[in-house]
């Protein structure tokens, strides 16, 4: 996991999408808006992404982002989407601390939309665990 954040200047139409909370609120769905612009949870397993088995990118859901590939998916068992790595400067992260215990949130590193926390629970190679909410998500098959 990286410990820091990508420069924005080598993020592909970065400015185009710092948009404004009315913005994205007029152009995401509710749940999604919730997810991707407030940081809530998706129930777990309500995502058709926990299924989805074909090869392909997964994709930010507010912006396009490529973020994770299908070949760094696995079943975690826990209800959503999870990973064991991501592709190269797609994310950035910082602490959380809703909780109370300190977690690490990620979020697409174009839009800044939070799609999940990652966990050290996840298999090899790098032990880790992407949780991602589904509803951040779009699958594009290969």
Not at 66 to 73: C, G, P, Q, R
Not at 76 to 82: C, F, I, K, R
């Amino acid at each position: 996991m990286a410990n820091e954040n990508p420069d924005p200047a080598t993020i592909p139409d970065f400015e185009k999408w710092q948009l404004t909370e009315a913005e994205w609120k007029d152009r995401l769905p509710r749940e999604a808006y919730a997810v991707l612009r407030k940081e809530a949870t998706e129930r777990p397993g309500s995502s058709p992404l926990n299924d989805e088995k074909r090869d392909g990118i997964y994709a930010c859901a507010g912006c396009g982002y490529e973020l994770f590939s299908s070949e760094t998916k696995f079943e975690s068992g826990t209800g959503w989407p999870s990973f064991w790595d991501y592709l190269p400067g797609a994310l950035g992260f910082k602490r959380d601390f809703k909780l109370i215990i300190p977690r690490t949130e990620y979020h697409c590193a174009r839009c800044g939309g939070h799609q999940g926390h990652v966990f050290k629970d996840g298999p090899e190679p790098t032990g880790l665990r992407y949780c991602n909410n589904g509803v951040a998500l779009v699958f594009r098959s290969a």
